[in-house]
């Protein structure tokens, strides 16, 4: 298998009508089940939900128009741009620090015996409960809890964590969760990399972190910028581990820890007694998700590469 | 890492053994075998035909989503040209809407197809909200697939159907079993929806049952032992899920990559 | 999906056939007529199927059904069963009879006109009582589930209060002797080096104290009138000083137990009932939360707050949808629930309170149960918690820096005015 640039490729692909009406009805066939589905029972409820933003709308008397008000009111609300904040500092500072943990784990996993295993692992947090690990969490940084102790052991005067540095503490959470996801993707597109490729590269003397940067990076570059993606937009839909700090089932954690999905449901379903802002939330809503699309194209600008086919 | 996730599954599991008063006054301890917490929990949670409803719901959607997304991921992944990168960017939009603020919408929709309190309507709901990441995982695994088998097939006069179908299908086998091994953890996992459309008590999944069951937990006498063996009873299955299908999707990635 | 929507249009029909039907009989029930096919209505309750409160209703049911011959259908939703109402109110197709806690129906139903007026059923009198629904005790909790008209929309079958819960072993002394002032509570803690347990993560529940101290010394409904102020500026106003200064003396008095504000509920309420507490300001579920943790000879008890002239209580009960089909139905199995013998087991199995008060309450309640009926009832949280988001988004953190003891009442006042006039900017 040689190392091919998809430009050379093209070159070699053949053109002409016929062919090309061919693939365009091909296309259609593939994707039109797909598109079907979700423009019905997805695409079309978001659309609602902008109309709905530029109403005040208690989800079951008739709708009240006010225009841009919504999107007024939000850009003062400090709760609200609290909570975006919050979002951001997950998606950068997260990002980053879960893609940095994640190719150091691969790093170090690859010629680790029981691999597999090890990979199970740390995606395992995954599937947990958050409530599972909310208790966990509240146990190990409580007030003379583990971390207290073992800090105070190291002659260090704890923090009260839970009191004062309640975001930090869930995003640590959060980094720890997620970072499975990225590895698993992530070791499924080193794997298919062909061993010979690494066999050569140590024959020629190459140690892991160089073969790494030459064989696995560029290979992986594809599935790298889409986990890149994944994680930009499922990073501003974390919602149960720090709804999972709320302490009962029916109380939102404190506002300082909200992000923009917890801001949306606490405007909607959230509290003891819901608020039901179906317009407003709609609204922020409407304002995280055009924020993403920019991210996301900038994104994908910055790190497009020509793909490298083997 | 492997050491942390470790100890905080034993952590779990020794918890669901030890007696709700000790919990609170040494949280990290060694068990005392209190086997009754996971007959109270089977007893006091209708964990059964949830899990029965869960077990079809999750496997089904799961199964369907990468049927209807693996052609359109294919698509998209070796298409070129406007169509192509706009409908990739049409699925992309779609995972950063948050199901809260569509579900008003959704349920107006789904009342007038009388699909509300109806296990079908609620596996349609699955497969279209798992739809946008899937389409978006597998267009970015058939884009890294190498192409000249596929230009070879469009050489010997196969179509693109055929060639999707006998030879890209067989290459990205482990991508369509990582696709539906992440559908199905998030699905298993699915409580917001399943909340909204789903009433009868007979229909509910089972994030809705370890719902009841924690609320039912504070209410009437807190028992976090009875609850960790609540929740360890959920997790238990996805995890062996898990590494089972682990295996498989690394022979998957011999079979389809390593030649 | 081309199936369903093949499907679409003789469905569309049938329902509005059954819109139609429904709504005559509606019209039928209302006349006091009833038809002659077997009735049924649909139940969508807050408990979960094996919780003890649902075996007691699920008993009324079947006794009810015996007696009237109308059948009930029960989804035993849980808790969250506003949640799953709230988009069927949109469709229509609501169920006839829905149980939760005052305040949450008054979000979910009543704030947009959704429920029906209760008055009625209030009038009526309990089958072989000879009172009415009202006079047998729920009509004392009148001002806790009437709207805005003035018109009760629930019947409420439980009652929640709230008390400083202690073990009446460790401090005998204090059930003959209860501090009457706040100067006799504060000098009470004071003589026995006695800790006051909080879960301070909780917003609201470290809120209980300041908003009881601030009830307590203003009177019904001024606290409110507090929060309701669009200025803010009221909460800088003489008269709330001495409230708002007692508390301050709480907070940095060091009287909360360590880890008050640095646990995770219920670590400290589990502390409390493990002895390493003394008192918990909570509601009256608070024994069942801890009865698994308190060591054998605990006996609940609970002190007023001091210098309360009222309870703060909260009541659980029925209401029905406004659009619901077989109201009449409804109403009557709710007359049919008032009875004695059918709401006894409320107490004796489901250890609640209820509103009757001519059945005891289970006596780790008694304490309560005795503040219910001995004095006037306020809203839970002062009804704060009807105003929106602002308790969870205004007043708790600010008000959890205050109790923490970081900032002083005079900075709280003023922190407060300004987010509260904010907030009200932005809702107005």
Known sequence: MAVLVREHARLHRPHGPSISRQRRRAFLVLTLPAVILYTIFFVGPTLASFWVSLHAWDGVTEMRWRGLGNYALLLEDEVFLAAFRNTLAILLAGG????????ALLLGMRAMAGRRFARSVIFFPNIIAPIVLSVLWGFLFSTGGLVDAALSGMGLDPPNWLGDHLFLV????????????YVTILMAATDRIPRYFYEAAELDGAGPLQQFRHITMPLTWDVVSTAAVIWTISSLKVFDFIYAFGGTSNDLPPIHTWNTAVFIYAQTFGGRVPAYSFGYASASAVVTLVSIVIFVLLLRRVIRRDPIQF | MVVVNLTVLAWM????????REIFARPFDWPTFAWGNYAKAWQSADFGVAAGNSLLLVATAAVAVVIVAAPAGYALGRGVGRAAASLTLYF?????????????????LMERLSLVNNLFGLFLLYVAVSLPFTVFLLTGYF???????????????????????????????????????????????EAFLALVFVQSTGKQTLPLALLGFLAKQQYSGADYGVLFAGVAMLVL?????????GRRIIEGMTLGAGK | MRRSVSHRSPRAVAILMAAAVAVSACGTDTDGTEPAAPQQFTYWSMWEENEPQATVIKDAIAAFTKESGVQVKVEWQGRKVLQKLTPALRSGDVPDLVDQDGNSIRG????NGQNRDMSAVMATQVPGEGKTVAEVGPGRYLDLIIDAAGKPFLVPYEALGYGIFYNGAKHPELATKAPATWDDFIAMLDDRKAKVALDGDIGSYAALWTIHALGAELGPGKVKELAADKTGQAWSAPQVRPALERIEKLAKGGYFAPGSFGSKFPAMQEKWAAGQADFLLMGSWAPSETQKSAPQGFQYRALPFPGAASVQAAVIGFAVPKRAAHAAAAERFITSFMKKERMQGLATVALNITTRPDIPAPEQLADIARQLTDKPVTPFYEGLD??????????????TEFLSGKITAAEFATKLGEKQAAFWKKNS
Not at chain 2, 158 to 168: D, P
């Open chain 3, 108 to 111: 979910a139903m009543v704030s």
């Open chain 2, 13 to 20: 599991l020794v918890t669901s053994l030890r007696e709700h």
């Open chain 2, 237 to 245: 299955p996805m995890l062996l899920l898990y590494v089972w299908l």
């Open chain 3, 386 to 399: 009807t105003l929106g988001t602002y308790p969870v988004e205004v007043f708790e953190p600010t008000h």
């Open chain 2, 143 to 189: 884009a890294s697939l190498p192409a000249e088998l596929e230009e070879a097939a469009a050489i010997d006069g196969a179509s693109r159907l055929r060639a999707f179908w006998t030879i890209m299908l067989p290459l990205a086998r482990s991508g369509l079993i990582t696709a539906f091994t992440l559908n199905a953890i998030g699905l298993w996992n």
């Open chain 1, 170 to 181: 869930i995003f640590l959470g959060l980094i720890w969760t997620h970072t499975g996801f």
């Open chain 1, 96 to 103: 980053l620090l879960v893609f940095l943990l994640s190719f």
């Open chain 2, 92 to 108: 992309a939009l779609g995972i950063g809407v948050p199901v809260q603020v569509i579900v008003i919408p959704l349920f107006v």
